[in-house]
């Protein structure tokens, strides 16, 4: 359990008095921006109430509190993203600024409330400036993968989606690859849509969607159409109406750069498919398709199995003739995947993973957690041997 002196409060016959929650709040932020969290919970449980921090992907346990400290800490939170502190009962979502001593400018947080059954549960999340790579370079990605990205980005049309789990890196590749863009091609029209957006990015129009309000990706995306953008970025493709206008977006001389959950390249150009995207849209408009996972690094100046940061390994695909043929036929994910790892220059996300190991940047513990156990072969290969640790 990580600990922050001086902040537990479990309440027995000879504790001090409960502590301030505005100062108890300010320093668990504090903290949190410190240790480099991305997120904060405040998580309530049936005997008081924990604080959680995401750090390199995984929650860790902060400090414990009683419970009535715990509604204290939620109520703050309230109290600073403006929301309804006298209904507790309903989910609730907003926005804060604060200050951190370690930081010169104020932050702006996201706070979101939700009724639990032992109070209310709150998550915030922090800045990703504070913790996210900016560029391409930046990001550490396998150079045949930064190759297709910056092809892409010197296309004039076409369709780019980026692939995989919540978590996996998918808006930082994104954002890194919507900067590289902007400067190196100057005076194009560049727009987002974002449910929320995570951070702003100079010279880009970002605009906050509202999936389940007015102002959903559908609507906007067709309003957007028609105010001259060139180059355009959807937060997600949830449903086969934003699915059909983000193709004929791409069909029509618009870079479009998006974001899909699935596991594979296969697995994302079979849901387009299981959308209702017609196969000839998608051979016509899909110009590449990047899947990635986020391995914690290894810390080289601690322990055995000891982490900081995080590194990507990620695969790019193309479309070629093999895979056009495919998804004309209406391929399944695992037929689709097959063609993308016969081709010439593929390198899979367990070769990627694979490299990593002999670099010794992670292990094979922590290849297996993210990616499963898997059989790999040398770095820069699909094979039979097993993943091997670094010598």
Known sequence: MLQFSGMSTDRGPHSNPRPDARLLVDKILADAVRLGASDVHV??????CEVRLRIDGLLQVADRYDMDTGR??????????????????????????????????????????????HGPRAAVRLP???????????LSLPSAVVD?????????????????????????TVYALLRHIADTSPGLSIVTLED?????????????????????????LRSLLRQDPQVLMLGEIR??????????????????????HAATPGGAVARLLEMGVEPYQIT????????????????????????????????????????????????????????????PLYDSLQSAAQSLVN?????????????????????GRGGSPRLEASP
């Not at 998580?43 to 008081?48: L, M, R, S």
């Not at 618009?254 to 899909?260: A, D, P």
């Open 128 to 138: 990703a400036d504070l913790i996210q790579p900016h560029t391409l370079d930046e």
């Open 359 to 379: 670099k010794g940047l992670t292990d094979v513990a922590e290849v297996v957690r993210v990616l499963g156990p898997t059989d790999i072969g040398p770095a």
């Open 148 to 172: 297709g990205l910056k092809r892409f980005a010197a296309a004039d049309s076409g369709m780019l989606i980026v692939t995989g789990p919540a978590g996996s890196g998918k808006t930082t």
């Open 72 to 117: 204290s800490l939620a109520t703050r939170l309230m109290v600073l993203a403006k929301l309804l502190t006298y209904r507790p009962d309903i989910p609730q979502e907003g926005r804060a600024t604060i200050t951190v001593p370690s930081e010169k400018a104020p932050l702006d947080i996201r706070v979101s409330m939700m009724p639990t059954t």
């Open 239 to 260: 449903d086969p109406a934003t699915a059909s206008l983000a193709v004929q977006a791409a069909l029509s001389g618009h870079r479009l750069i998006c974001t899909l």
């Open 43 to 48: 998580e309530p449980t049936a005997i008081g």
């Open 284 to 343: 016509s408009s899909l110009a590449g398709v990047l899947a990635q996972r986020l391995l914690r690094r290894l810390c080289s100046n601690a322990g055995k199995g000891t982490y900081r940061g995080r590194v990507p390994a990620a695969e790019f695909v193309t479309i070629d003739a093999t895979v056009r043929k495919a998804i004309l036929d209406r391929a399944d994910a695992d037929t689709l995947q097959s063609h993308f790892a016969r081709q």
């Open 196 to 220: 929320p957006v995570e951070r702003d990015l100079p010279g880009i129009t970002q605009v906050e969607v509202t999936p389940f309000g007015e102002r959903t990706y559908e609507r906007a």
